[in-house]
């Protein structure tokens, strides 16, 4: 009897079907900014404990303090650990740290500005055109959060990606 030669070959596929999607830009971004803002935020977490400990910040805001700084240092952490293995809590942290960001960028172009800050010599020649421009970027920023945060979140690659997936090699099993 001779063999079929249009039959499927006995040998293990190097993807198997269920295996989990490359990581998207936007899932790259956050990991990125994330990881560069927590370790700001270390650094400067880190300065505040030794002011605490030396004695240079009033008690009666230090316990506060630390504690916010470091509930959001953890959340950051999380938010980068989680968005790169694809858990669904680092889906939402990483949301929640796009959010920080947009409110921060909203906050810096809405608060007023000082002119004593290290821009002050930067002027503009036509002051109506700077701050035209200004505007124009302000919402061009904004918008392109507000792009990140649904291409990390709710698009259909941030939707596969962030599937709760069976591990690489188990049995697939129908959930109910």
């Known amino acids: 009897m001779q063999s079929n030669p249009f039959a499927p070959p006995n040998a293990q596929t190097a993807d198997p079907p269920n295996a989990r999607m490359r990581r998207p830009l936007s899932v790259w971004f956050v990991v990125i900014l994330a990881t560069a803002v927590a370790a700001l ?42 968005s ?48 035209l421009g200004e505007g124009i970027g302000d919402v061009l920023f904004c918008s392109i959060e507000v792009w990140w945060f649904f291409a990390f979140g709710f698009s259909r690659r941030a939707r596969a990606y962030f599937a709760d997936l069976p591990p690489v090699g188990a049995d697939h099993v129908a959930r109910s």
């Open 41 to 82: 935020f270390a650094y400067g977490t880190t300065t505040f404990l030794a002011a605490l400990i030396s004695g240079r910040w009033p008690p009666d805001q230090a316990l506060l303090g630390a504690a916010l700084r470091l509930v959001v240092l953890i959340g950051i952490a999380g938010a980068v650990i989680g």
């Open 84 to 131: 790169f293995r694809g858990t669904a809590w680092g889906r939402w942290l990483g949301l929640l740290f796009i959010i920080g960001m947009l409110a921060v960028t909203v906050h810096s172009a809405t608060a007023p500005s000082k002119d004593d800050g290290p821009l002050k010599k930067l002027r503009y020649t036509d002051q109506a055109a700077g701050k």
